[in-house]
């Protein structure tokens, strides 16, 4: 879907390109500016503030895939990102978790374990977009090695990594290279991991992330640039000055990893929102959220990359609005046609909390999605002109052959939704959603059984972490 | 948004000209047998079963009108229908009511009146679709003439009566004329009430629906011709096939209401849902929904004649099930260019039920929808250019003078959404969606004001009303 015009669609696009080459954008990792100034951006006195003219950038932004594979241990879960695909990942990066027996926790290494349980059993999870929950009882130095080697192990899908300094993403690489089987040059030409790197608008892309940038477009590896551009706080008040300044900073970020490692993965993050001007909290699923994710999608089509979007709702329990701001995100990013949508089961809170029933809702709303995606068939058969013919009027179609022939797997089937008349749902307790949500997820608990793993990598991979453990893991940020 | 091929779509219309002309459709109303063989329509030997040739039908649909107004008395409330334009209505027809506090009732005349005075208070409520929950302890001879009395006189908006034999709708358009203060000459010249006039599909038009449709065009009055076409039980299990389905008996109406009065409003009904095929149970809100209403948008413009479909859920509260059910629903609507949303606020159970907290979680979800179809603005001013650059890096724009001058309009405003931080909404007593909406719907009628009515109109309106209950009413059905 498009929501602004071409002409309108190119302004915020030369805006942002005046942006870039006029106020520039501060680069705090002073190798990060060797590397772009060796490649034709010009840097001022401070030796932090870059510009990039017009035409480096164009030039630049051209070697980005348009698609890539990103890989998965079990290949059958590996993905394609960018174009005509789109994947769901879970919620990552929150402090707390909550559900509805125990309330609201901090982030734990037990309910980070259970997350990941519920990512592997739903396929409409397809990507671990990065810790579901922080579990803030472990170690800082130690928790990406405890971490990384916990998702390898719960799941078989496709993971990820912090940018948070040279360690934890070399460790988190590794982790990933073991747990594939495979060797350095195989890593080299196949993405296994993905980061997010987040800018610190506006205009600032910090230390710690852009280390971590650099090493992933060493290896080939997949980041994410989003631009943290909240309307109203760190962004212009305006959809359109906000989708200027998210343009400059995602593209400074694509311009970037290219310099670096010309061809490396790289995605398009949006971000976009706005704030309650009330408060200064932020809001999300917000219709200005809605225009800002699919003008996203055109931006990242003119410029031919991958788009990355959420799964967002600033609702502080699992309910009605949490359902409605997250449909009102999961549309923008199918009309948007964003190819990775992070956050896609199990945020609530603006980002600040997972909550397992949210995370059922999610995934019956992604279902929802990937079933509306499905093309319905349109063929003589389909058509049934001959059925309606011989059922005629006044009648039905339940013992029609053209139903019998398709009953069982004609429609949609809900994981979550209830459809049973008020008088047999009332008989069986009047259970509302959020509670049926309740119990699918510690079914699915029950029921989870770890995805098989060779033992020699097992034993690989322990031997990394305990190595690297000994070592002391990674210095405090 | 299109979601079948140009040539997918001529199937399905070339299909429904087959199942016209070949298997035709039974017309319950002799004197409508009458109107359509003297168009040209042949009529088998039991004298109900029409078959149309499909340049009869293209010749007679070149006359209804792709957009007109439906006036209000109210004239600041009239709408327009068609084209473009989006409207909503209330939730209409339902045989039960309910809310948090009394549970599930019996329709009342008490709750009808209720749910009119919320239907005047919010401007997402543009129509009064029907009854807002059938007032069932009233006299079936006398109902419509108290329910489109208090109609009249409780709201200012657009108006309706049901299709359910002669007197019922002449009484209506009567009601409708006074309420309006406009003489009969008027009256023929605006459209002043619509009706929904229901297909018993399959292939069915009967005969009390078929004198009221005939009355309604007659008057230069409104009809929407809506198919009951689920698909499963009482059209074909495909999607494709239930659209032909409807798309033969929608346009079956539309050649009937030509026939009788060419250039009469009429408007093209979608209701293509599914059923659950283990229970029979009808769902709503379901990927299916969703594909069928958009390519109902498709067929509408193709014949250039206005739309209408639902906002629809199978859920039995008014939780999250039915948030998604209903956001899927409108969406559907907004991207298949649906003209007239009907049961756009407050239904719940498949429409076996209003419930008044769902009338206020539709009433944000219909201001969010509307808020996004807003154009945003892409001038000099908005893409913020020289805001940007006064911001700079690592700083904010809560005090930028291009923020200062917007802050109070900039973004879109809820009335049930919460945004507070998770501590502050826990410290206000951790109120959910549903709940903050049975504070809103009571706060709405503690405030309600009837809108002013004419006291020469008010007096014309009871003694019409005071007359025809004298003389009986409308016979039962």
Redesign the interface.
Known sequence: ?E??SAD?IE??HL?SL??LR?????FMLPEAVDILTREGARVDDDGI?VHFDPEMVMEKIRTVPGEFTLHARDPANSVRMGRDNIVFSCVASTP?VSDLDRG?LTGNLEDFRNLLRLTQSLNTAQVVGGYPVEPVDTDVRLRHLICVSEMAKLTSKPLSGYSLGRERIEDAIEIVRIARGIDHETLLREPSIHSIVNA?S???YDKPMLLGAMILAEHNQAVVYTPFTL???????????AL??QN?EALAGLVFSQCVNPGAPAIYGSFTS?V??K?????FG???Y??ATI?SGQLARKYGVPLRASNAT???????????????SL?ACV?GGVNYVKHGLGWL?GG??TNYEKFI?DA??VQ??I??L??????E?????A???G????????Q?P??MA???T???TPM???????ET??DAG?V???RR?NGIWKQLLAEYEPPPMDSAIEEELDAFVARRTAEGGAPPL
Not at 279 to 283: F, N
Not at 314 to 325: I, K, L, R, T, V
Not at 391 to 398: K, L, R
Request: charged content about 15%; aromatic content about 10%.
């Open positions: 879907m929501i602004f309108q302004a915020i805006a005046a942006v006029d106020t520039g954008m501060n503030r707390n609201r610190n506006p205009l600032v309307s109203g706080a760190m962004a212009p008040i305006t959809i359109a000055g200027v300044q400059a706005n309650d001007m408060t200064g909290s932020p809001a917000t219709p200005e809605a225009k003008a600033a609702s502080n329990a699992p309910d009605a609005q949490a359902a409605y701001e997250s449909q009102m549309w009309m809170e600040l909390c809702i019956e709303m929802m999605m079933a509306f499905e093309p319905a068939v349109v063929d058969d389909a058509l049934a002109v059925a309606i013919d059922v005629g009027p006044a009648s039905h179609y339940f029609s053209h139903t398709r009953y069982e004609a429609f949609y979550l939704s209830d459809w049973r008349n008020f749902w009332e009047s509302d959603a959020t949500a």
